[in-house]
T-cell receptor
């Protein structure tokens, strides 16, 4: 079963704009991860944020985590055409090695 | 170093046939995972290996699915009597420990005709 849910399901933005997507989950977690997937193939790891962290940055990516609301957000700043992909959040269910993924947010960046 | 590799990248087979999918994890990673991703969905957990043993195979859908990792490195996912519903992308991931980041391979797209 899939624990995480990403919102929105799809997002279309102009190059240079910011893209924000959200993830909600149901059970407690030790950490939450965001992945990117191009063309339905391998997932590329973006950021891991631990349950005791509230915000994390990596380049143009910013991830926030609110464990009280069981939600996370991923912000991509100054988007590029190469950011066009599906983005997934994955939770570990409180230390479980099994990652639970949502159905993803499909982001299209228009040139 | 090299990432996770999977072979073949695509596999087309007929209903009822047997298939094997291979995963080469990152060198030194003791934890290895298989996931399955259907169209429009996120990956779903199948099985987890710690070293040579399958520590958790609770995600395998039925007994037609089996996986091995005999030397604690390469793993093979085996599917007997394939059905059309088995068509999906099969993803392998590895990590240095169960609580660390899982790094995914490019996947094998299985199509059962």
């Amino acid at each position: 079963s899939q624990q995480g849910e990403e919102d929105p399901q799809a997002l279309s933005i102009q190059e240079g704009e910011n893209a924000t997507m959200n993830c909600s989950y149901k059970t407690s977690i030790n950490n939450l991860q965001w992945y990117r997937q191009n063309s339905g193939r391998g997932l590329v790891h973006l950021i891991l944020i631990r349950s005791n962290e509230r915000e994390k940055h990596s380049g143009r990516l910013r991830v926030t985590l609110d464990t009280s609301k069981k939600s996370s957000s991923l912000l991509i700043t100054a988007s590029r055409a190469a950011d066009t992909a599906s983005y997934f959040c994955a939770t570990d269910g409180g230390g479980d090695y099994k990652l639970s993924f949502g159905a993803g947010t499909t982001v299209t960046v228009r040139a | 170093g090299a990432g996770v590799s999977q072979t073949p990248s695509n596999k087309v087979t007929e209903k009822g046939k047997y298939v094997e999918l291979r995963c080469d994890p990152i060198s030194g990673h003791t934890a290895l995972y298989w996931y399955r991703q259907s169209l429009g969905q996120g990956p779903e957990f199948l099985i987890y290996f710690q070293g040579t043993g399958a520590a958790d195979d609770s995600g395998l859908p039925n007994d037609r699915f089996f996986a091995v990792r005999p030397e604690g490195s390469v793993s093979t996912l085996k599917i007997q009597r394939t059905e059309r519903g088995d068509s999906a992308v099969y993803l392998c991931a590895s990590s240095s420990s169960p609580s660390d980041t899982q790094y995914f391979g490019p996947g094998t797209r299985l199509t059962v005709l």
